[in-house]
């Protein structure tokens, strides 16, 4: 029997425009700006979908899900990860941990830290000692340091058994 482990990486960025709720990894975070996309523009599940994805060999999230699918207009990106979790399974593939960073000059994310790691390890079926999130500002620079985006980078590790 042996133990297969693979990485998969995955990055997404929105716009943040005016009258959009900002929801960061499935948790609604106040400010003044939301961010901008089809679907609802998950920005961190979206990253996270496509590192799961990468590690896996099954493609990305526009392969699976194109935007030019209306069945995919304003879908709740957690339904999106819940199909790419179910896809995992049936590959034999679990995921072992994540780590995260999430690009924004504004708002704070500290504070929220804790409790998107928390539904990320919900959504993933991983405990929340698993599931890494980090925050970095831009140094004001580039459309993330400029509050125009914000930007996420994932990795994500995941094993098979196989016999
Ligand atoms: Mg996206």
Redesign the pocket.
């Known amino acids: 029997m042996t133990e297969v482990y693979r990485t998969g990486i995955g990055y997404?960025?929105?716009r943040l425009v005016e009258n959009r709720p900002l929801i960061i990894g499935g948790i609604r975070i106040e400010h003044d700006k939301g961010?901008l996309?089809?679907?609802d523009?998950?920005?961190v599940l979206?990253?996270v979908t496509d590192a799961l994805l990468g590690a896996a060999g099954l493609g990305d999230?526009g392969d699976l899900f194109p935007d030019t699918d209306p069945a995919y207009k304003d879908i709740d990106?957690r339904i999106l990860l819940t199909k790419v979790m179910e896809k995992l399974a049936a590959a034999n593939y679990t995921p072992t941990n994540l780590d995260i960073i999430i690009h924004a000059e504004v708002p704070k994310m500290s504070p929220h830290k804790k409790i998107i790691a928390a539904s990320i390890a919900e959504l993933t079926g991983l405990p929340t000692t698993h599931v890494s999130v980090k925050a970095k500002t831009n140094e004001g620079v580039g459309p993330v340091g400029q509050a125009q985006a914000i930007a996420c980078t994932a990795v994500v590790m995941i094993q098979t058994t196989t016999t």
């Open positions: 997404d960025i929105h961010l996309g089809h679907s523009a998950y920005v979206h990253a999230i990106s």
